[in-house]
């Protein structure tokens, strides 16, 4: 990646219904990386070598000709990772209406991940009271949120994650049950064993290889696997060691791969949802924000290394 200077004409030109905004917060995800090369099977178009990186953020609109957008909106989604930007795509943009909720948020908590564990967990895992839930990458932007809603929805939930703080941050601040550091286990399956004694019903797969092949192994009767995203295969999509497939015929185990955006038309019900839950105290929401287009990258990077704690965003500008 590279930090380009370039100049910004601050007009839409004539004819075209495209918008310009100034961002104000940038996303870090890491579907991202899988859009750095080219992979066939992919649901999405690989990133053009030398073009600005797109990816979705949070923006004012400072020019538009769009019928749909004026001056002074603040608006979220796909944008290009710019100080300002020409969004010739609009159809992505929503206008956002909330006023009294953080604005980063709408690229975390009420944002793609915000649905993604909201559709994963209700719709893709078909969860019941008292079910044992396991969450990996669980301190993450969308794994934070599945198990806090899998506490409110009367689970027991268990979250792995990569340090001894984010260990902390989900038994003491996002309420999970208990937590583990999988880097310090050197056989998953003994440490599932060890939390899930009676198993598991419901995994919510954030890394898939190896954990996904030890909760394999875990899982009981009839449970489900919510197969969100696959980080800790390295972009390779290989299915690296998943010895235990067989686990699904034996115990009648529903694995299911998902898009958050097969989703969307439970966008306004998922919003108010979190946003009540949130204004209650009844759920929480960690960010980690870094300041600057010029520290974007890092940050983009530091997410397959674990170096975010919550959900990675980049502030360009605050107002
Ligand atoms: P996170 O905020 O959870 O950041 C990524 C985290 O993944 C890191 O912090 C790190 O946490 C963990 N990680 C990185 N490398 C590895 C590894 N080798 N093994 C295990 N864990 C690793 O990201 P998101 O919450 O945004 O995304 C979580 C998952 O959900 C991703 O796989 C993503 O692709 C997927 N996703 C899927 C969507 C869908 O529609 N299906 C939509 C959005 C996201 P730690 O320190 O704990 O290792």
Redo the contacts with the bound molecule.
């Keep these: 990646m590279e930090l380009v200077d370039g100049e910004v004409k601050m007009e839409v030109p004539i004819g075209s219904d495209a918008v310009l905004v100034k961002n104000l917060y940038l996303s870090c995800?890491?579907?991202m990386r899988g859009r750095m090369r080219e992979f066939l099977n992919s649901y999405i178009p690989p990133f053009v070598p030398g073009s600005v990186i797109e990816g979705y953020g949070v923006s004012r609109v400072v020019a538009s000709n769009n019928p749909n957008f004026e001056v002074g909106d603040l608006v979220s989604g796909l944008t290009g990772w710019e100080e300002y930007c020409l969004i010739q795509k609009t159809e992505s943009l929503k206008k956002i209406q909330v006023e009294d909720m953080p604005l980063s948020f709408h690229v975390g908590l009420l944002g793609?991940?915000g649905l993604?564990a909201y559709a994963g967990f209700y719709e893709v895992c078909s969860p019941h009271k008292g079910e044992y839930v396991f969450v990996s990458?669980a301190?993450?932007?969308?794994?934070q949120l599945v198990g806090q809603l899998a506490k409110l929805h009367g689970c027991y939930v268990v979250g792995s994650?990569?340090?001894k703080e984010?260990v902390d941050l989900l038994k003491n601040k996002l309420g999970f049950d208990e937590a583990f550091n999988y880097k310090e286990e050197s056989d998953l399956n003994v440490a599932l064993k060890r939390y899930f004694p009676q198993g598991i019903d419901i995994y919510f797969d954030?890394?898939g290889g190896r954990m996904l092949d030890a909760a394999l192994l875990n899982m009981r009767l009839h449970g489900r696997i919510a197969v969100?995203?696959?980080?800790?295969q390295k972009g390779t999509f290989d299915v690296e060691g998943i010895k235990n497939i067989f686990a699904l015929i034996s115990k009648r185990v529903r694995m299911q791969g998902?898009?958050?955006s097969d989703y969307l038309h439970l966008f306004p019900q998922f919003l108010s949802f979190i946003i009540d839950h949130y204004k209650k105290g009844k759920i929480v929401y960690i960010e980690d924000m870094h300041e600057g287009l010029e520290s974007a990258p890092a940050a983009l990077v530091g997410?397959?290394?674990?170096k975010?704690v919550g959900?990675?965003v980049v502030c360009i500008s605050p107002d």
């Design positions: 995800d890491p579907y793609m991940p993604t990458a301190s993450g932007a969308v794994g994650a990569g340090t984010k954030n890394v969100c995203g696959v980080i800790s998902f898009l958050q997410l397959f290394s674990g975010n959900k990675q």
